[in-house]
T-cell receptor
Framework: GDSVTQMEGPVTLSEEAFLTINCTYT??????LFWYVQYPGEGLQLLLK?????DKGSNKGFEATYRKETTSFHLEKGSVQVSDSAVYFC????????????FGTGTQLKVEL | GAVVSQHPSRVICKSGTSVKIECRSL??????MFWYRQFPKQSLMLMAT?????????EQGVEKDKFLINHASLTLSTLTVTSAHPEDSSFYIC?????????????FGPGTRLTVL
């Protein structure tokens, strides 16, 4: 079946460091890919998405590029802030899948001063 | 933006009792809501799709008689864990679907932590 694998956390970085959170997927077709962020005490929020190969999603300084050849959708940010501390979830959705999202396990990011 | 609330945020109950969790869309109507379950260090697992005015659609392996879902209005879906046991302890998350142009987006609630003693 479809699945998403992302790096285990927690990831601890100093402020202004470069961030990469790896995400790879397994799917029978060509899914749409998503990154969600969950701040403490809040629900998951859509951070960015990409719907086809080579698309780049971006938001709030975060970016991820849909790489079909490596089945990856790694999340990057050039300079993290303390306020970016959260749990980040990679997810996929197949076309015609009734809006069903398949999530990775989540990666906790801690940014320190 | 679209806000989804859940109540309660935490609940502790005794084994054998039933627990109801509410999911509300606060500033929009949602014909479709989803219920997820999350175990520690694991991904969110879709349990069921809740459709307003009709029966919920359960994922394979989810007991519909144990996890009762009622979507009685366009802003409220409830999940009742019946005869709860310690293995039902988990983090339950709901989401509501909103149409954004040609795309459906899900907005998530903050989750409910259930602990069964």
């Amino acid at each position: 079946g479809d699945s998403v694998t992302q790096m285990e956390g927690p990831v601890t970085l100093s402020e202004e460091a470069f961030l990469t959170i790896n995400c790879t997927y397994t799917a029978t077709g060509y899914p749409s890919l998503f990154w969600y962020v969950q701040y403490p005490g809040e629900g998951l929020q859509l951070l960015l998405k990409a719907t086809k190969a080579d698309d780049k999603g971006s938001n709030k300084g975060f970016e991820a590029t849909y790489r079909k050849e490596t089945t990856s959708f790694h999340l990057e940010k050039g300079s993290v802030q303390v306020s970016d501390s959260a749990v980040y979830f990679c997810a996929l959705r197949m076309a015609g899948g009734g809006n069903k999202l398949t999530f990775g396990t989540g990666t906790q990011l801690k940014v320190e001063l | 933006g679209a806000v989804v609330s859940q109540h309660p945020s935490r609940v502790i109950c005794k084994s054998g009792t039933s627990v109801k969790i509410e999911c509300r869309s606060l500033d929009f109507q949602a014909t479709t809501m989803f219920w997820y379950r999350q175990f520690p260090k694991q991904s969110l697992m879709l349990m069921a799709t809740s459709n307003e005015g009709s029966k919920a659609t359960y994922e394979q392996g989810v007991e519909k008689d144990k996890f009762l879902i009622n979507h009685a209005s366009l802003t409220l879906s409830t999940l009742t864990v019946t005869s709860a046991h310690p293995e039902d302890s988990s983090f339950y998350i709901c989401s509501a679907r909103v149409r954004r142009g040609s795309y459906n987006e899900q907005f998530f609630g903050p989750g409910t932590r259930l602990t069964v003693l």
